[in-house]
């Protein structure tokens, strides 16, 4: 059942925001990053085989542990942002946004009228009837976050249109795509694709478009916190998970060694 996006209230009040994407289609998975205290996750459907049911069980998880759900959707597939939330999820991650259009595609189809023009549906997320429809179409209008990546270099060089029109409630950066972008594929240091990421936060704080962050170091960490992000995204739970069962290994070779 629709419950009150924390994640958006922390934004209004400039407080702090941890999320964690999420690759592996595993509820248990989703409980233990809300039960580590992050505060969101972005689970994957634009890189990761997730068919509805265990999207549905994944976003049931979460809501377990009070950890907000969002769901990276395919690129301009507003099918699978309808899918999404009327599974529950409380935002969804549009990827590739390279225009005002890609926005105003994205709000149709994730909000209702007069906003958008999301199709009308029962089931799970108006609690089967226990939310009056009327004031879940008001709710979910609220709580519903709309969130651009911005990870391509038409996206950068038009984001001024793209969030002079409203509507998008967080921007996040994506670092690995723009460096393909710019001609640097995977040098997400190199100084263009820093440049862009720059540039991508200044036209945010213009328009007073939260922006959030996906730090590699403690110290771009506090680098972006010294610049005024509070909304971070630490990586994906798979290389978390690797590097974790990779250092184990080395500690006790090391050790027997």
Known sequence: MLKPNTVKRRLAEGGESYGLFCSIPSPPLVEMIGCAG?????????????DPQQLENLIRAAEAVDLIPFVRVPEADPGAILQALDAGALGVVVPHVRCRADVDAAIRAARYAPEGMRS????????????????????????????????DAEGVEELPSILAGGGVDLVLEGAADLSQSYGVA??????????????????????????CAIPRT????????????????????RGLAARALRAHLDRHRENHD
Do not use: K
């Not at 403690?218 to 739970?237: C, K």
């Open 38 to 50: 992050y505060d969101f996750v972005i689970l994957d459907t634009e890189h990761s085989l997730v």
């Open 120 to 151: 009308l549906n029962g089931g799970r997320v108006p609690g089967f009837g226990r939310i009056e429809l009327t004031e879940y179409v008001r709710r979910a209008n609220e709580e519903t976050m709309v969130i651009a990546m911005i990870e």
């Open 186 to 211: 995977w040098q997400t240091r190199h100084p263009l694709v820093q440049e862009a990421l720059a540039r991508v936060h200044a036209e945010c704080d213009a328009h007073r478009v939260p922006y």
């Open 218 to 237: 403690p110290e771009d960490h506090e680098r972006w916190r010294a610049a005024g992000v509070r909304t971070f995204v630490l990586g994906e739970e």
